[in-house]
């Protein structure tokens, strides 16, 4: 059964730092291009940031570029989100999601979802 757990949220003041985990099982991790994805109370969801399967390249929305970093260990089937200098506008239910073919910022390309972890950021 294949399956994403994100973990890693919590509340946190402007400025400051988090780091966000994706436990991906059920395949094999190395296969999937990986990404991050945001929800905000009442808008779209929109792309975060995005990593190929062996960490050759990296994508990354322009509201976060130069403050969140994504990576992943293949070998612990795992993506991250290093984000520091959080903004209140931060704010989000984040999600990591992959597709095996796609190093793109499209949320119609990504198959698999995780459920989420909450991401608050005070000012």
């Known amino acids: 059964q294949v399956q994403l757990v994100e973990s890693g949220g919590g509340l946190v003041q402007a400025g400051g730092s988090l780091r966000l985990s994706c436990a991906a099982s059920g395949r094999t991790f190395s296969n999937y291009v990986m990404a991050w994805f945001r929800q905000a109370p009442g808008k779209e969801r929109e792309f975060v940031a995005a990593?190929?399967?062996?960490?050759?390249?990296?994508t990354y929305a322009d509201s976060v570029k130069g403050r969140f970093t994504i990576s992943r260990d293949n070998a612990k089937n795992t993506v991250f989100l290093q984000m520091n200098s959080l903004k209140p506008e931060d704010t989000a239910l984040y999600y990591c999601?992959?597709?095996?073919?796609?190093?793109?910022?499209?949320?119609?390309?990504?198959?698999?979802w995780g459920q989420g972890t909450q991401v608050t950021v005070s000012s």
């Open positions: 999601a992959d597709n095996e073919i796609y190093f793109s910022g499209f949320r119609v390309h990504y198959n698999y």
């Open positions: 990593i190929t399967k062996t960490s050759t390249s990296t």
